[in-house]
C-alpha cells in the first residue's frame, strides 16, 4: 500500500472514537488536498518543566498546531481559562500558532472555521513557494540517513525514524561492524567524531537483562537492569561521568512498523537517579548539528506518537 494513503488512513482512524473531532479533521484533510503537506496526530508538546501538552493535528512545515475543541471545553469559565493559558504556554514556549476550532458552534459556523484554518495554510504555503522554502511531505527522505547528513542536522520536530541500527550509523559515519559483540548486538555506540558522546538506540523492550524506560512526559529515560548488583554498579559508573547520548528510540509508529526514532540528547540526572530506581538520562536539546557534533538546548519537545 502507498506510504502516505496508508499513514492517512491510521490518521483518521485513530480519531473515530471523537465523532465531532474526526468529523472536522476528515473535513481539514479532504478539502486541503494537498498530500505534499504533512499532518501529524496527537502531538505531544513541553509546556512547562513538568507538563505537557497534547495538540490534536499538528503541520509541521508551517510550525501550526490545530484544537479541535469539543463542547465539553466550553461548559464552565474554568476549562475556558485553562485552554487559553495552555493555548499560550505552548505559542510563547515553541514561537508556534495553534489554530482553535469551536466546535460548540452549529456546523455552519464550524465549517466556516475549517475554511478559515485551509486560507491560511494555503497562504502560508503561497509564500514558502514563492520564497522556495516549502519543503515536501516526503517519508522516503524521513528514512533516509542520507538525506539527513546532506542536511548538517537532525532536530526533534523532523520526525526522524530509521530502519535500521546501520542506518543510525550511516549517519553519524560509525562502523556499524562494531555494534556486533559475537552473536548480540550493542546497545549504543561512541560517536565517532566525538567519544564522549554515545549514539544510543534504548527500547522498552528487555534486552539482556536491560530494561529502559522512556517517560515521553518528562523528558525522561530510565536505565536499570534485573540484577540489583549490576544496576548498581552501572549507576556508580554514570555517577561520576557527565556523558552525552544522542538517542533514537526503538519504537512501533503509527504504521505499526518498528523503527528507530530520533527522540533529543540526553544527559545523565544525578538528581532523579539511584541504585534502587536506576540511571535516569533527562532531555537537554533538541537539534544536533551533524557536522560540529553541537546540539541546541531543550525548549520544545516532541516526542513519540
Known sequence: ?????????????????????????SRIWHLLDNYEIKMVPQQYVSRELTKYALTDIYFPQFKLHVEVNEPAHYHSDIIIE??????????EGTNHKIFVIDCSEDIDHIHAQVDKLLFLINSELEIQISKNEFISWRPENEHNPH?????????????????????????FDADYRKTIRGFLRKGGIPNPKDPNQLIWWPSDRARSGWVNYFNQVEGTITETHINPTKASEHYNFYSQRGDTRIVFYHFKDIL??????????????????SPEDGTVWKIVGDRFN????????????????
Open 82 to 91: 485553562q485552554d487559553l493559558k495552555r493555548k499560550k504556554e505552548i505559542e
Open 1 to 25: 500500500m502507498d506510504y502516505k494513503l496508508d499513514f492517512m488512513s491510521r490518521v483518521l482512524q485513530r480519531t473515530a472514537s471523537k465523532k465531532i473531532e474526526h468529523y472536522v479533521i
Open 147 to 171: 538525506y539527513w547528513k546532506s542536511k548538517g542536522s537532525i532536530a526533534v520536530l523532523d520526525e526522524i525514524s530509521l530502519n535500521t541500527i546501520e542506518d543510525i550509523c550511516t549517519m
Open 256 to 273: 505499526g512498523m518498528t523503527n528507530y526514532k530520533y527522540v533529543g540528547v540526553f544527559k545523565n540526572d544525578k538528581t532523579l537517579s
Open 290 to 305: 551533524l557536522q560540529t557534533n553541537t546540539f541546541e538546548e531543550a525548549s520544545f519537545r516532541a516526542v513519540c506518537n
